[in-house]
């Protein structure tokens, strides 16, 4: 867990959940990015009980983002059981939600794939008004076991695709990333500008 480091209230709150590292590059990001734009950011994992490993801060800072990465076809159980038990702390929020997989870095038809399985998190946690986006993952080989190579050369080999197994493969957009990061931060100034929202200019008291 990473917060930037000074006495201000906490502005965003980034929880991502990882199997092999990737999606924790992707969280660190947009809480740099967050973090570059003046923003207190705390930047923290998920664990398979859906709890953080510090105290979930209270209450959640007026922006919220969430991640999981897609293995076999589904998000990470903690992820969605720390976002689900949430749901109901995101009124007057800035909210994001992305989803992290080798299909969105694929053929449309596989982008297609990424985007249902967004559609389909959103569903379970249900995060309504997120502002969502699918971010292309990565191949992360020097992650990998024996069962997973052999899993992942053959998946790729299947869709088309040649695997390079002797050096990890990174996929992501970084700059499409950068802009996902700046949108939440304009969502979150807009709320701002709102009276009564926590974190506010005239925010004090209210409630989620
Ligand atoms: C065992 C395994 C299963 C995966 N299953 C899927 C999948 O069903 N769909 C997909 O688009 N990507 C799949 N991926 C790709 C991951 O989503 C991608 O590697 C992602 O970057 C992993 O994030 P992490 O490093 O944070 O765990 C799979 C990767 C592995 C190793």
Partial sequence: MTTT???????????????????ARIAARLAERLAERGLRVRSSPVNEHGTLPGDDPEPLPPLVIAGSPVHVGRHDPGLVRWARGHAKDLGHRAVGLFSVSLSAAGRPDEVADA????AHLVGETGWTQARTTVVAGAISWS?????KRFLMKRVLRKGGRTPHPDHDEVFTDWAALDAFADRLAGDLERLRAEPGVPGGRSGQGASA
């Fill in 143 to 147: 992650r990998y076991g024996f069962l």
């Fill in 115 to 118: 985007e249902r399985l967004l």
């Fill in 5 to 23: 480091t000074d006495d201000r209230p906490l502005d965003a709150l980034v929880v991502h959940a990882t199997t092999e590292g990737h999606t």
